[in-house]
């Protein structure tokens, strides 16, 4: 008996190999090599949090979760990537145009 798979309807769910902050924007390396960013402040507890607090990011899960121990914050790698965020992105003041 022999077994095929159908590699184009395998899903893999991302995996980080590497995280860091820079500033308020938080980095994951995928498995895969991608690179994806977001925005701290689209989760309430990291929205709160120092730039330091924010450093301390630690993979978990073999790569399938964050982990903030200080915050007591855990966000997926998959739920990152396909952008489950809790807060909407805040975006800045537009002027409004001059009225006649």
Same mark, same amino acid.
């Given at each position: 008996? *022999? #077994?095929t798979?159908? =590699? *184009? %309807?395998? *899903? #893999?769910?991302?995996?980080? @190999? $590497? /995280?860091?902050?820079?500033?308020?924007?938080?980095?994951?390396e995928?498995?895969? +090599? %991608?690179?994806? +960013?977001f925005p701290?402040? $689209?989760? %309430? #507890?990291?929205a *709160?949090?120092t730039?330091?607090?924010? /450093?301390? @990011?630690?993979?978990?899960?073999?790569g399938?979760?964050?982990?903030w121990?200080e915050?007591?914050?855990?966000?997926t @790698?998959? +739920? #990152? @990537?396909? +952008? $489950?965020f809790?807060?909407?992105?805040?975006?800045?003041?537009? /002027?409004?145009?001059? =009225?006649?």
């Amino acid at each position: 008996m *022999s #077994i095929t798979i159908d =590699e *184009s %309807r395998v *899903s #893999i769910e991302p995996a980080a @190999v $590497r /995280a860091w902050a820079q500033g308020r924007t938080i980095y994951v390396e995928l498995h895969d +090599g %991608r690179t994806v +960013g977001f925005p701290a402040d $689209r989760f %309430r #507890i990291l929205a *709160s949090a120092t730039e330091a607090q924010l /450093a301390r @990011v630690k993979l978990e899960l073999n790569g399938y979760a964050l982990r903030w121990e200080e915050l007591d914050e855990d966000l997926t @790698v998959p +739920g #990152i @990537v396909a +952008g $489950r965020f809790q807060l909407p992105l805040k975006m800045p003041n537009q /002027a409004l145009p001059d =009225e006649p």
